[in-house]
């Protein structure tokens, strides 16, 4: 007989000490993977759902000093490619490398010889039992801030039985949990995880569901349905809200999305505004990746502000991020 294999659950990040991910100081886990492609992205490396080879031009010290990535990729994948000043030392310019997508099979073998971690992977399985030792170790934070976990993505829905095993252990040992979600899964999915989470972090980009699928890649249909569920089970919501130039900063979009959120009542405790930044751009480079397709002017201080009111003077908690 084949030995069953132990359930693991792919993570790109691990971040402690987290206090914007839901209340107190949390552990935020971010699953790998996401179906949805949001024009703004600031997280490239979130998306697919295997582990895949990431490279940090900073780090890189050059081949006249390394080159190790060059003599062991099995593909030929890896080149000499431009040059830039050295910061350090005797040479006035080093030779980069460069990565050739199309051959690259992320094997991470060029990750294993990089000396400087200029090539690195992204993308790492967990055993419930490596996760919850993570977990544990922040137990006294959580304890004295009223703060737990938050399972996060990519999109942590479509990786439904680890997550659901995450959230069992953490609340069997009497953890606060919450999940940071698009809501684009299936119901089924979401059921499943319903008994354990206290918290539901919830995405709402554009209440447009032709707009949606047009800046996100998805319709909106199912987001909203699932959100409407979520509240008629008892479930408990803080609503995020990306506001995105060109795509929902406008009064009307307020408007829209502040109907919706009114229609889920008490079940939200707080809508949290998010203001676009194209912080993340960088990422893009990391991957080999065209840069996300739109990139944006933020949000003034002032313009969030209005939208804040503006939701507040429809009765509801609000704050922005």
């Known amino acids: 007989m084949e030995e069953k294999k132990e359930l693991t659950g792919k993570f790109y990040d691990i971040q402690g000490f987290s206090v914007h991910d839901g209340p107190g100081i949390r552990l935020t886990l971010f699953m790998k993977g996401c179906p949805l492609r949001c024009l703004w992205c600031h997280s490239p490396e979130s998306q697919e759902f295997y582990t895949e080879l990431n490279w940090m031009e900073v780090k890189c010290v050059g081949i006249e000093k390394c080159g190790q990535c060059l003599h062991v990729c099995p593909h030929d994948a890896i080149k000499p490619g431009k040059k830039k000043a050295a910061l350090t030392g005797d040479q006035e310019e080093i030779t980069l490398v460069t990565v050739d997508r199309h051959k690259c099979d992320n094997c991470g073998k060029c990750a294993d010889a990089c000396t400087s971690k200029a090539l690195y992977m992204c993308g ?62 299936k119901w089924e999915n979401i059921e499943r995880i319903l008994p354990y989470t206290d918290l539901f972090l919830y995405d709402l980009k554009s209440m447009d569901s032709a707009l949606h699928k047009q800046v996100t890649g998805v319709p909106n249909e199912l987001i909203l349905e699932n959100a409407k569920k979520i509240a008629e089970h008892g479930g408990k919501f803080q609503i995020r809200i990306p506001t995105i130039p060109m795509v929902n900063d406008s009064k009307e979009a307020f408007d829209e999305v502040g109907k919706f959120i009114c229609e889920l009542g008490d079940s939200v405790e707080i809508v949290q505004l998010l203001p676009y930044h194209n912080l993340g751009v960088v990422k893009w480079d990391r991957l080999g990746r065209d840069h996300p397709a739109l990139e944006a002017v933020p949000p003034t201080d002032e313009k969030m502000q209005g939208f804040k009111a503006q939701l507040e003077a429809m009765g509801l908690k609000c704050m922005i991020h």
């Open 124 to 185: 790492t399985d967990y055993t419930l039992d490596e996760i919850m030792e993570r977990v544990r170790r922040d137990i006294p934070f959580f304890q004295r801030s009223g703060g737990g976990v938050t399972i996060s993505g990519g999109e942590c829905l479509w990786q439904v039985e680890f997550l659901e095993a995450v959230l069992k252990q953490c609340k069997a040992e009497g953890i606060h949990t919450a999940v940071d979600t698009t809501g684009y899964a």
